[in-house]
């Protein structure tokens, strides 16, 4: 099937793959953010009273990379298996 795609089609794949690596990246930057911030509310006697939602955003944190990681292989799956191996 590769062999029937022209060079739109294979632009228009290599667009697909990239716009999934950004979409996980934003993902991740949520991540890193979620985690920061709980790290910091946790740590800054000033915030005491936030105590509840630093844990909470550290919870939520990893549930979000693991959301984006696993959007990031199922997208990656339908790409291979509607378009084949593009490269």
């Known amino acids: 099937m590769s062999s029937d795609l022209i060079t ?3 632009l228009a794949i ?3 793959r990239l716009a999934n690596e950004r979409t996980f990246l934003a993902y991740f930057r ?3 953010v979620l985690l ?3 790290f910091a509310i946790l740590r800054l006697t000033a ?4 105590r509840v939602l630093g844990w909470i955003l550290l919870v939520v944190a990893p549930v979000m990379l693991i959301i984006g990681t696993a959007r990031l292989i ?12 593009a490269e």
């Open 14 to 16: 290599e667009r697909t």
């Open 30 to 32: 949520t991540f890193i």
């Open 36 to 38: 920061s911030s709980g």
């Open 74 to 85: 199922m997208v990656r799956h339908r790409i291979a298996r509607y378009y084949g191996k």
């Open 8 to 10: 739109r089609d294979y």
């Open 47 to 50: 915030l005491e009273e936030l």
